[in-house]
């Protein structure tokens, strides 16, 4: 079982947007502005997408976004395209072990 | 270029031990948290072990504390992991992950390929 909760698909078609959702509780997600969101293709490894909540790697397009609210974080994908369709995990810093722990991973289609 | 190589992977049999290799490359290996995160067949991730630039703190998951060590060689540029006690639910693949900077606190920007590691007899 998984520290924090994600959906476990969620489906857009090409050009609209999607929001995937990762709830934790008042003691990682809501307690620190340490929220990474994950991109990861079938065999590959996971590739940051947002870190510190809204913050973008270099190399990453403004059509990723991230938020949050409380104990729930999200990350919205603007104009989706094929090569958006990936697993995507969140994580956050979590005070009682000192390391980040992780959603269970969303698999967003593009249909 | 950032790169990250892990390497030690293979078959070990239950109550057995492995030790993990990374080694980096591109930037100042010396002024980033290191990871090891790992990811069972068909399963999510989970963050096992982080070091300290200079090597002075470690922190685990409860599921390994005490039979897993976390180590860096900062002139060798490589962050080991000595697992020990080996179970059938350490299977997984395991990677290398580099904090991004000034963090410690997760927002792993840079990852190597991974290394699978099998416990079975």
């Known amino acids: 079982q998984s520290a924090l909760t994600q959906p476990p698909s969620a489906s857009g078609s090409p050009g609209q947007s999607v929001t995937i959702s990762c709830t934790g509780t008042s003691s990682d997600v809501g307690a620190y502005n340490y929220v990474s969101w994950y991109q990861q293709h079938p065999g590959k490894a996971p590739k940051l997408m947002i870190y510190?909540?809204?913050k973008h790697p270099s190399g990453i397009p403004d059509r990723f976004s991230g938020s949050k609210s409380g104990n729930t974080a999200s990350l919205t994908v603007s104009g989706l395209q094929a090569e958006d369709e990936a697993d995507y995990y969140c994580s956050s810093f979590a005070g009682s072990n000192n390391l980040a722990v992780f959603g269970g991973g969303t698999k967003l289609t593009v249909l | 270029e950032v790169h990250l190589v892990e390497s030690g992977g293979g078959l070990v049999q239950p109550g057995g031990s492995l030790r993990l290799s990374c080694a980096a490359s591109g930037f100042t290996f010396s002024d980033f948290w290191m990871n090891w995160v790992r990811q069972a067949p068909g399963k999510g991730l989970e963050c096992v072990a982080k070091i300290k630039q200079d090597g002075s703190q470690k922190d685990y998951v409860d599921s390994v504390r005490g039979r897993f060590t976390i180590s860096r060689d900062n002139a060798k540029n490589s962050v080991y992991l000595q697992m020990n006690s080996l179970r059938a639910e350490d299977t997984a693949v395991y990677y290398c992950a580099r904090d991004v900077p000034l963090s410690g606190r997760g927002g792993f920007d840079f990852w190597g390929p991974g290394t699978m590691v099998t416990v079975s007899s």
């Open positions: 510190e909540v809204n």
